[in-house]
């Protein structure tokens, strides 16, 4: 069983750049398909990207397409969230998740796995 742990969130301004990060222990990261999450304040946990086992797909929500890219290095165990021109609707707890089964999923109920999460709060 994969275990994931998100870094690099914190206290950014608006239109700045942020990377966040999620290693995984336990497994070999290249088994899973990745999915990034976020949940600001009161609402639900959103799709933000995801990545195919490869790293050749990637996926976006519209909200972020444009500004975030996701990558992941199998050989590191880690996926990766470079997010630029940051809004503060952006503002949330970013997630990482796995996915047992290739395939793109958006929604929460198709990850297996998830990390605690890393707060990023970005501000005007």
């Known amino acids: 069983q994969v275990q994931l742990e998100e870094s690099g969130g914190g206290l950014v301004q608006a239109g700045s750049s942020l990377r966040v990060s999620c290693a995984a222990s336990g497994g070999s990261l290249s088994m899973y398909f990745m999915g990034w999450f976020r949940q600001a304040p009161g609402k639900e946990r959103d799709f933000v990207a995801a990545?195919?086992?490869?790293?050749?797909?990637?996926y976006y929500a519209d909200s972020v397409k444009g500004r975030f890219t996701i990558s992941r290095d199998n050989a590191k165990n880690t996926v990766y969230l470079q997010m630029n021109s940051l809004k503060l609707e952006d503002t949330a707890v970013y997630y990482c998740a796995a996915r047992s089964r290739d395939g793109y999923r958006s929604s929460v109920h198709g990850y297996d796995f998830w990390g605690q999460g890393t707060p990023v709060t970005v501000s005007s």
């Open positions: 990545i195919s086992r490869s790293g050749r797909s990637t």
